[in-house]
């Protein structure tokens, strides 16, 4: 019963949020973000601790400042993407505009795939939901839900524009097959993991355990790893940047895994530097510092 009214009060706010002007839903995603902030002690004492330990010569207002913004960008961020789920092509492509689109094309020419890496960060759901307007459709490496009908719901989202959603069954095989078609894969790499896959990288010069998995793809099977994000532009617009391939280190150069995926994390570090507020700072993501 509880899962069933958790998917009708979803389905509710996706119908509300359709009909919605952009700037009210914004205004709405604000005042449930800061209603978040407020009652949600354990999480923003998480977010404090990590913060502080990222940035420990910002002075605690500018701390508790950026954590309020961030709490108010993830409501904003899922408003706006279920918002964005629920416009035609043509809508979407004039909400965005492409930086790097050369270098994707580069990437997919090359014949091996590519890994698309990117965080909980900015407006990455949003992100993956344009790409396939202007390149090509892709698979989205994502965990499912406990609740299934709302997990359904989501996973028609992902793929209002041609994507496919990979779970956990299975992962590895479907991912080389779609990279061996020469097609594109969306992995997030900023979440805390456990077991062999986890590598320990340096992550806002503390360690954090990592998977180590688009590094061993892309060694395995030669495909680009193109780090991707997507910011807010103001009135309702969004940025989606394609950087530089990540360069792989030697072959034969000590824990290239580890370096590898090094390289990668530097590159979201650079981004979530630039724009704190956009990340997740709420979650646990350097547990073996006891956070």
Known sequence: MKHWLEYVAVRVLVAILGIMPASLVRACATLLGTAWYV?????????????????????????????????????????????????????????????????????????????????????????AIAHPIRFEPIGVLARALDNVRINALLERIRQCTGNTVIYRQGTIRRVMRILQGGHGVAVLIDQHIHGPDAVYVEFFERRAATTSAVAALALRTGAPVVPVFALPIGKGRYRLIYEHPIEPPPADADEVIREFTQRCTDVLEMYVRRHPELWLWMHRRWRDDGL
């Open 39 to 127: 009652v949600n002690g354990s999480r923003r004492r998480i977010a404090e601790a990590n913060l502080a330990a990222a940035f420990p010569l910002r002075s605690k207002a500018e701390r508790r400042s950026i954590i309020h913004a961030a709490f108010t960008h993830f409501i904003g961020q899922a408003f706006e993407t279920l918002k964005f789920s629920t416009l035609s092509q043509e809508q979407m492509l004039a909400r965005v505009e492409f930086d790097g689109e050369e270098r994707v094309r580069l990437a997919y020419a090359q014949g091996k795939g590519v890994l698309f890496i990117t965080g909980h960060f900015g407006f990455w759901e949003l992100h």
